[in-house]
Structure formats: C-alpha cells, structure tokens
C-alpha cells in the first residue's frame, strides 16, 4: 500500500489544459474594447487559466446569432436591443457591463442651431431608423423629425453644412477633426434618461455549464480596464493595431482619453468604481421604458430573465 501511494505521488501532476473561449465584439478592433485587448496583451485570460480568441466585429458582426449557437461564448452588444432579442427568445443572458452608459448619441454639426433635443424639431437625422432612441424622442419628448439611414460615413460632417447624425462619442469626433472639419457636439442618450448599457452577453448553455469560467473571464476583463486605463495601454494598442491596421497611437491615445473623460467603464458616481458591474434597477427601468413605447411586449421579460450579476466579483 505504501509503494502504491509512493508511485502515485511520484506521477507528475497534469495541468487542466486552458478552456478555450471565443468573444465577439461588435465593431473592429479600438479603444472601446481596451479592456479585452489589454487583458489578452498582459496575460490576464491566461492567468485565470482562459484561452481567449477576440473576434473584431463590423457592422455585420452578428454577435447575438454567434452567440446563441455558441459559435461564440461571449459577444458584446448594447443592453437596448439584446433586451429585444431576448423577447423574441434568444437564449442570451447579460452579465457584465462594458460602458456604464452606451456612448451611441447624437453628433451634431458645430455650426448647427441645435444646441438640446428640443431643437431638434423639423431636423433630419441619419441613423439607424430600427434604433429605439429615435423612438423615444418621438414618443416621450413629442419631437418630429426626419430619418435617413446612415451608411456609417463621416462626410456629412465636413460639408459646412447642418448634419445631425447617430454616432459614438468616443471615435468619430476624432475622425471629423482629422479629415478637416470642426469637432461636433454630442447629444447622449443619457441627458435624456434613456440609459443603455454597453454589455457583455452569454448564451444559457455556456452559463450553465461553465460558470466558473464566466467569473474567471469576467475577473480578467475588469483587471483589463482597469489596466487599460490608469497604466500603460501600449500592450494593447499593439494588439488593435494588428487587428485593425487603420488605427493610429494618435487616434487610440484620444479615443481612450474621451472613455476616461466620460466615466463611461467607471460610471460618474464620485469615488465609485462601477468597472463591470451592471444594476438590475437600470434594467427595471429600461424595461418599463419599452414597454411605454410599445417597442418590447409588456411581460415579455423581466429583469432576472434578461441579466445576472453571479459573474461578477463580490
């Protein structure tokens, strides 16, 4: 018996080989998946004992499609329309936030009269038109305005002309500027209370069978952001750089200086790191919202059907 529990300790132990994890984002690789990029550049995924692919998104990424099927494990999305998917029984859960407030608003001509969402009356915007803020300022601030789908071009903004346009706060200011125009205002979402999330999304089977992977995961994104953010992001810029060879250390370094400068992986609360975490009275809320507008079925979910805070540190 006492050489059989020799032989056996003398076996060398065998590591558990990294689970494999595939994430899709949802636009190409920059600074707003700093967080990723600086987890995966420092080791942080490996260390929890992850092997992490990131996936660069575009605007046919199909993130949700993804990941219902598992063809991805984790994609990133905004709380907004995965609440819609979600009603038409996409087996997705939400478990951890990317931005503390979706940075998609309005970009508005420097030169423009508009200067709130009142002045928006009578205005043409280009947008996405399925997108539920249009909705909302229709609906609840009884605004009537004109939509053209957008195409994802700066070009309006650099005609000296009046252009009012959906668009992220944190990248396409930057590329105005830099093609010759005037840096526009931004109108948020947020100023109006209507409050998305940025999110991180799993599908059920993957919750279910490997939750201990989704804390890891989620463990090693926030040490990304935090990371990202207060150190050196060079790790990471390298990273997106050979993901996506149209970024430049200019634009990366200005892009994460307005996430920075907007709170927006923090949250704006004074003193409060909100890095990842997600509030389920914002997901009441939101709720409630569409289902005023008519956008979402009243009951069609509720707020511990659509998201969960289990993946998240204490």
Same mark, same amino acid.
């Given at each position: 018996?006492?050489? +059989?529990?020799?032989?056996?300790?003398?076996?060398?132990?065998?590591?558990?080989?990294?689970?494999? +994890?595939? =994430?899709?984002?949802?636009?190409?690789?920059?600074?707003?998946?700093?967080?990723?990029?600086?987890?995966?550049?420092?080791?942080?995924?490996?260390?929890?004992?992850?092997?992490?692919?990131?996936?660069?998104? $575009?605007?046919?990424?199909?993130?949700?499609?993804?990941?219902?099927?598992?063809?991805?494990?984790?994609? @990133?999305?905004?709380?907004?329309?995965?609440?819609?998917?979600?009603?038409? $029984?996409?087996?997705?859960?939400?478990?951890?936030?990317?931005?503390?407030?979706?940075?998609?608003?309005?970009? =508005?001509?420097?030169?423009?009269?508009?200067?709130?969402?009142?002045?928006?009356?009578?205005?043409?915007?280009?947008?996405?038109?399925?997108?539920?803020?249009?909705?909302?300022?229709?609906?609840?601030?009884? #605004?009537?305005?004109?939509?053209?789908?957008?195409?994802?071009?700066?070009?309006?903004?650099?005609?000296? @002309?009046?252009?009012? @346009?959906?668009? %992220?706060?944190?990248?396409?200011? %930057?590329?105005?500027?830099?093609?010759?125009?005037?840096?526009?205002?931004?109108?948020?979402?947020?100023?109006?209370?209507?409050?998305? %999330?940025?999110?991180?999304?799993?599908?059920?089977?993957?919750?279910?069978?490997?939750?201990?992977? #989704?804390?890891?995961?989620?463990?090693?994104?926030?040490? $990304?952001?935090?990371?990202?953010?207060?150190?050196?992001?060079?790790?990471?810029?390298?990273?997106?750089?050979?993901?996506?060879?149209?970024?430049?250390?200019?634009?990366?370094?200005?892009?994460?200086?307005?996430?920075?400068?907007?709170?927006? =992986?923090?949250?704006?609360?004074?003193?409060?790191?909100?890095?990842?975490?997600?509030?389920?009275?914002? %997901?009441?809320?939101?709720?409630?919202?569409?289902?005023?507008?008519?956008?979402?079925?009243?009951?069609?979910?509720?707020?511990?059907? =659509?998201?969960?805070?289990?993946?998240?540190?204490?």
């Amino acid at each position: 018996m006492k050489r +059989l529990l020799f032989l056996l300790l003398s076996i060398p132990m065998l590591h558990a080989a990294p689970l494999k +994890l595939t =994430v899709q984002l949802d636009w190409v690789a920059e600074p707003e998946h700093g967080g990723f990029y600086q987890a995966q550049a420092k080791g942080f995924f490996t260390a929890e004992g992850l092997d992490v692919t990131l996936i660069p998104g $575009g605007p046919n990424a199909f993130v949700m499609p993804k990941v219902a099927t598992n063809q991805a494990q984790i994609g @990133q999305a905004d709380s907004t329309s995965t609440l819609l998917q979600q009603a038409e $029984g996409l087996p997705v859960v939400q478990f951890a936030a990317v931005f503390q407030d979706d940075p998609s608003g309005l970009l =508005v001509s420097a030169n423009s009269a508009v200067k709130s969402f009142a002045d928006l009356e009578g205005k043409t915007i280009v947008a996405r038109p399925e997108w539920a803020f249009l909705k909302y300022l229709r609906e609840k601030m009884g #605004l009537h305005f004109n939509v053209v789908p957008t195409n994802f071009s700066i070009t309006g903004f650099l005609t000296g @002309q009046e252009h009012i @346009q959906q668009g %992220y706060s944190i990248a396409e200011p %930057y590329h105005i500027m830099k093609a010759g125009g005037t840096a526009p205002r931004f109108l948020s979402t947020w100023e109006a209370d209507f409050r998305a %999330y940025a999110v991180l999304v799993t599908n059920h089977r993957f919750a279910r069978e490997h939750p201990e992977a #989704l804390r890891a995961f989620v463990r090693a994104y926030i040490r $990304g952001w935090r990371d990202y953010l207060t150190g050196d992001p060079a790790p990471a810029h390298a990273l997106m750089k050979q993901a996506n060879p149209d970024n430049t250390d200019e634009f990366m370094m200005a892009s994460r200086q307005l996430i920075i400068d907007g709170h927006l =992986v923090t949250g704006r609360d004074p003193g409060v790191d909100r890095t990842g975490r997600l509030d389920p009275a914002r %997901y009441t809320r939101q709720i409630e919202q569409l289902e005023e507008l008519g956008i979402l079925s009243k009951g069609r979910v509720t707020t511990d059907t =659509v998201m969960t805070t289990a993946y998240l540190p204490e």
